[in-house]
């Protein structure tokens, strides 16, 4: 019996692997700008208003100018945050910090690798799976954010 030749071999499993299709990565993308206006309708950041009002309260309370003057600033650039995110003008960083304990178990339920902000290019390799509904979901977005949202998109 003839010892097969190891070059030969190797160059059998190259073509193999060479025609072997490319494994399908999922990812899981969404519409930023819905995102922007869920989040800031959202139970979540209603809570740190909340909690920014209270502190402003007590600033005025006890007449507190530097702290209320503070988080008046607070306010005013998170309010321009918003407006420069909803125009795409700005990352959304504080966003994805927020929805960042929701990711995996969207991820999870989507079947993705990965949740991503902004794919530009993908290859025929990936596949792209809409999650913003998702997203909406583990946001709490009531009906009335959703209309919004369905103008935007």
Same mark, same amino acid.
Not at 8 to 22: D, F, R, S, T
Not at 42 to 66: F, G, I, R
Not at 76 to 105: F, V, Y
């Given at each position: 019996?003839? +010892?097969? #030749?190891?070059?030969a071999i190797g160059l059998i499993a190259a073509l193999a692997v060479a025609q072997a299709p490319a494994q399908t990565?999922?990812?899981?993308? @969404?519409?930023?700008?819905?995102?922007? +206006?869920? @989040?800031?309708?959202?139970?979540?950041?209603?809570?740190? !208003?909340k909690a920014k009002m209270a502190e402003m309260a007590v600033a005025k309370a006890a007449n507190d100018t530097k702290?209320?003057?503070? !988080?008046? %600033?607070?306010?005013?650039?998170?309010?321009?945050?918003?407006?420069?995110?909803?125009?795409?003008?700005?990352?959304?960083?504080?966003? !994805?910090?927020?929805?960042?304990?929701?990711?995996?178990?969207?991820?999870?339920?989507?079947?993705? %690798?990965?949740?991503?902000?902004?794919?530009?290019? %993908?290859?025929?390799? +990936?596949?792209? +799976? #809409?999650?913003? #509904?998702?997203? !909406?979901?583990?946001?709490? %977005? #009531?009906?009335?954010?959703?209309?919004?949202?369905?103008?935007?998109?």
């Amino acid at each position: 019996m003839k +010892v097969p #030749d190891l070059a030969a071999i190797g160059l059998i499993a190259a073509l193999a692997v060479a025609q072997a299709p490319a494994q399908t990565v999922r990812v899981g993308t @969404f519409h930023k700008a819905s995102i922007v +206006v869920a @989040f800031y309708r959202s139970p979540l950041w209603a809570e740190s !208003l909340k909690a920014k009002m209270a502190e402003m309260a007590v600033a005025k309370a006890a007449n507190d100018t530097k702290k209320v003057q503070e !988080l008046d %600033a607070w306010g005013n650039a998170h309010q321009e945050t918003a407006h420069q995110q909803l125009a795409g003008e700005a990352p959304i960083t504080n966003i !994805l910090e927020a929805l960042a304990p929701g990711l995996p178990e969207i991820a999870k339920k989507a079947r993705v %690798a990965m949740i991503v902000a902004d794919l530009p290019y %993908a290859d025929s390799s +990936v596949e792209t +799976v #809409d999650v913003t #509904d998702m997203l !909406l979901d583990w946001l709490k %977005a #009531d009906e009335r954010t959703r209309t919004i949202v369905r103008g935007l998109q």
